[in-house]
């Protein structure tokens, strides 16, 4: 089970199958980042995959899903990490979704900054993250972390820049 503070009202903890309904309605939230990478609204489909989607040779015990809570139980946002992906040290960040409200005022490089140091503890040397090129907040707001572009691929008919951060020596 994990649990980070982040601040005083916002936690970040361990989500599990039974808030489902919760991440739908997160999802449609979000729906411009939705639209954005799939061209459609987000559907009970795009949560499921939260908890189900593994990149190859990795199990369940390698995925963490948490919920970034505010107030204690109001679900904000939703993180999805991999460890040692694609190689022992790296953890993949597949998904950091925040309600559109909870944008803009410092929460996300907040987050960033628990899951690093959490991620430290258990042995993270750095963390790689996928933007589609056509997401240019995202991509301003990673590379404004420090995350260097080191290639570029193609998914689901996007350009995808692979970034990565050092986090530990």
């Known amino acids: ?5 982040i601040k005083s009202d916002y936690k970040i903890k361990s ?3 039974d808030k489902l309904k919760s991440i739908k309605i ?3 939230k979000c729906s411009d980042y939705y639209i954005l990478h799939d061209g459609v609204l987000p559907s009970k489909k795009e949560a499921l995959e939260i908890f189900s989607d593994l990149p190859p ?3 369940y015990e390698d995925k963490f899903v948490l919920g970034i809570y505010k107030n204690r139980n109001e679900l904000v946002g939703i993180i999805d990490i991999v460890k040692n992906f ?3 040290g790296e953890w993949m960040l597949g998904l950091l979704l925040i309600e559109p409200e909870e944008r803009n005022n410092g929460l996300g490089k907040l987050i960033h900054e628990a899951l ?4 430290i503890t258990l042995g993270s040397k750095s963390f790689r993250i996928g933007v589609i090129e056509d997401n240019y907040k995202g991509k301003k707001f990673w590379g404004d972390l420090g995350y260097l572009k080191i290639k570029e691929m193609t998914r689901k008919a996007h350009i995808v820049n692979v ?6 020596s």
């Open 116 to 119: 690093v140091q959490w991620a």
């Open 86 to 88: 694609p190689v022992d």
């Open 57 to 59: 040779g990795k199990n």
């Open 15 to 17: 989500l599990t199958f």
């Open 163 to 168: 970034m990565t951060l050092q986090i530990s």
């Open 26 to 28: 997160l999802n449609l």
């Open 1 to 5: 089970m994990v649990y980070l503070d």
